[in-house]
């Protein structure tokens, strides 16, 4: 198994489609035998799922995540955990040990409109959720 997470200092990036890394781990026997981050060299949304197909990774942990990422994703067989916060070693974790709390009704359909409050989907800081500005978390943040 190759996990992919998208990844911001140490944490799964809440906007899949803005992500400007992922952490990659090698699972073999339920153990993380390698891990490595890369960036996505300015690849965005669709063109995510190509580059996560070209690394070999079969499953995705990450945030906020769209449609047509999702419908992508999936077209390439890569199954997806959608709606993590936190650190991306214990997501990945919690994902072996099969206590991963995921979203699997995850969206983000609001791409690049203003939220209650004037922040964007992709403008959340770490730690803060669109339920914390007011919007009532319907981005799947």
Do not use: W
Not at 40 to 58: E, Q
Not at 100 to 119: I, Q
């Amino acid at each position: 198994m190759k996990v992919a997470v998208t990844y911001e200092n140490g944490r799964v990036f809440q906007h899949f489609g803005h992500t400007a890394q992922f952490k990659l781990y090698d699972i073999e026997d339920g153990k993380v035998v390698r891990q490595e981050v890369v960036d996505t060299n300015g690849s965005g949304h669709g063109a995510l799922a190509g580059f996560l197909t070209a690394k070999g990774v079969d499953t995705l942990i990450c945030g906020g995540i769209g449609g047509g990422a999702q419908t992508a994703l999936s077209q390439a067989g890569i199954r997806l955990y959608g709606g993590v916060n936190g650190g991306a070693d214990e997501a990945v974790a919690a994902l072996l040990a099969g206590t991963l709390a995921f979203n699997p009704d995850v969206r983000c359909s609001h791409h690049d409109h203003a939220h209650e409050g004037g922040h964007s989907c992709g403008g959340h800081g770490e730690g803060h959720t669109c339920s914390d500005h007011g919007c009532g978390g319907s981005c799947g943040h």
